[in-house]
């Protein structure tokens, strides 16, 4: 019994609730004491590997709601290393998305064009602009808008999405497929 007394009200939940199925209502009250218990630590664990406290906040959120989500009622007595994995992983998503949005950087990818050295620099300007209009004629009108908006416009995505009535998600699916687009006219120009 002693063993009992020194766990945590968590911990005694879970061990009194593993042999029986746990309905959903305790399971929202095992993850909001969860919540209690560990949500500093988790927002410092995410905050760490995320570097942003914000972002931290909104993976453990997503973690949580993840976390309710459970079906397997056995998983419940696993809730604290449930919920860090789940963050965990979640954590890893953000920054691998953020690393692809890094890479495929729209004002990194016309600034390098306009710093080539070279004493033919101006032709080739003219001829790679050319490219990169005619790969832009390709493109339906709004993606064709919204890549432009953000580009020339230097609006945020957030922006964009409010003046065209479309979610952030659809206005970066935009961006993306206009600067791959851009990037595959440019190589095949390169080899030809």
Do not use: W
């Not at 306009?114 to 993606?143: D, F, H, M, S, Y």
């Not at 979610?167 to 990037?183: G, K, P």
């Amino acid at each position: 019994m002693q063993m009992t007394a020194a766990c945590s009200p968590l911990e005694q939940a879970c061990d009194a609730d593993e042999s029986r199925n746990v309905q959903p209502r305790e399971r929202g009250e095992l993850v909001r004491r969860l919540f209690e218990e560990h949500n500093r630590a988790l927002i410092g664990f995410l905050a760490a590997r995320l570097q942003s406290e914000a972002e931290a906040h909104d993976v453990a959120q997503e973690a949580y709601v993840r976390l309710l989500q459970l079906e397997q009622p056995s998983a419940v007595s696993f809730m604290r290393a449930h919920l860090f994995s789940i963050a965990s992983n979640l954590a890893i998503d953000r920054l691998r998305h953020r690393q692809v949005l890094t890479r495929n950087s729209p004002q990194d990818f016309f600034e390098n064009l306009l710093t080539r050295p070279g004493p033919e620099r101006a032709v080739l300007a003219q001829q790679e602009l050319n490219v990169i209009k005619a790969a832009l004629r390709e493109l339906p009108e709004k993606c064709r808008r919204a890549f432009a908006l953000h580009i020339f416009g230097e609006q945020s995505v957030q922006e964009i999405a409010k003046v065209m009535n479309l979610t952030d998600r659809m206005i970066r699916h935009y961006i993306a497929r206009a600067m791959a687009t851009c990037h595959q006219r440019m190589d095949e120009s390169a080899k030809d």
